[in-house]
């Protein structure tokens, strides 16, 4: 950390304890203490900025809750980069309207990547004027000061920033999971796909220093982590722009070595950037899963080349099917889009044909959705819905059937699965996570949560397994 994040971790400190006494103050005034709760939209990095947020309101005084039922303070952390994300949003401040109405002190914010696009933000400010707070990617950091502007009764605050000049490191955590945790490697994203919102909402690519990335995982191994997921837009670009950093197989190789971890995962890698030494050192480092998500998008290279991705249809091919080669038992998981502006069905043949090939384990298929700003979103030849539905349809029908083929192929193994939480549909079952990313359910009870079973997988049913212990 530099001299000047150390500066502004300690201001927000200082909010921190701004709010502690506002909120202690208002509990003997009225006998109760105030609640928040945080909604979370989007991937896995809003997900741990959710941690974050979490942690900085309880060390600030509140009272966190699952629901936002009952909460005097609501956070919703965004998502905007597919339109659906934003109307679940719009779907939920509704929601939020009427309650407040009900209960005119209860405060509502809104913070994360959907606020980070001028457009939707005019959207909010005008359409939900009734919102109290609103900060971007680049700020979450200074959330104890908004926090503690709201607290002092200050309303309608509005803070968004188009860049991050520092990583301020050391903000309070509340993890949702006590045994598993995200960890930042790298902020932002270089790659402007032009179909994508993220770089512009999240900023330019920026690496952690790799001591500070160890060092909080050596304190989370402390308290009992044992799987970490290590997390940006393309951790395989993983320290470019700082000198002398190591390289992320190398990175994967430290961590690997930290007493306590023993598992590890990362998200996402770019194709264009995964190394012969990456594919390596997953083969040998025994703790990093067996399980890579390596975001296709399309299988036609005339479309990958206007999407921008920087890999053809070949590439691709020959290095999905030589890590399948090279790491036995890996699943192989993506990402596909359908309906990219010009998009045809002799493309969509060539998406279906790489599926095929490679057989995912399992895949996420999105409709392509105009973002703001991008490239993509000016093109005049958007696809018609019609010619959009059939190929989605054809390309989902393929991915089940090749994603059921490989799930199969686990029956009657015996592996290790981490034990995540107790079934709550399955009264006596617990559910865990095996390495390759499978959840499996098993007769057990809460006292395993959190351990690493050997678990039989006697029955596949489509997408999971059930199993038992010997
Ligand atoms: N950095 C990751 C992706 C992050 S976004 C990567 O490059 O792999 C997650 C996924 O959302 C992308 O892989 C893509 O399939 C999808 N996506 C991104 N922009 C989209 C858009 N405009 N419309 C539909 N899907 C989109
Ligand atoms: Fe978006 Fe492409 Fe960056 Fe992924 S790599 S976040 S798809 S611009
Ligand atoms: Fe969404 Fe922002 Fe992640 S736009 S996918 S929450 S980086």
Redesign the pocket.
Known sequence: MNKSDVIATLAQREYVNKSLDLLNKKENETGKRLTASVITFG?QMNARDSEKLAGILVASGFELLEDTEDADFVLYNTCT??DNANQKLYGHLGEALSRKKKNPAMMVGICGCLPQEPSALEKIKKSYSFVDLIFGTHNLYAFPEYLSRLLSGERHICEIVDHADNIVEDLPVIRKYPFKSGVNIMFG?N?F?T????PHVRGRERSRESRDILEEIVKLAGSGVKEVMLLG??VNSYGNGIDGEISFPELLKRVCDIEGIERVRFM???PKDLSEELIQTIRSEEKICRHL?L?L?SGSTRVLKEMNRRYTKEQYLDLALRIRDEIQGIALTT???VGFPGETEADVDDTIDVIRKVKYDNA?T??????MG?P?AAREDQVPEDLVKTSFDRVLGCVQDTAKEQSMRWQGLTLPALVEEVNTSLGGYVTGRLSNNMIVHFPGDASLIGSIIPVVLEECRGFYYMGYTK
């Open positions: 991937c980069v597919r994203c790659n796909c179909y994508c919102i993220v837009q393309n996402t890698s770019h998500h975001p998008q990402d596909i889009m996420f999105f409709i392509y959705s105009k973002r991008t993509a």
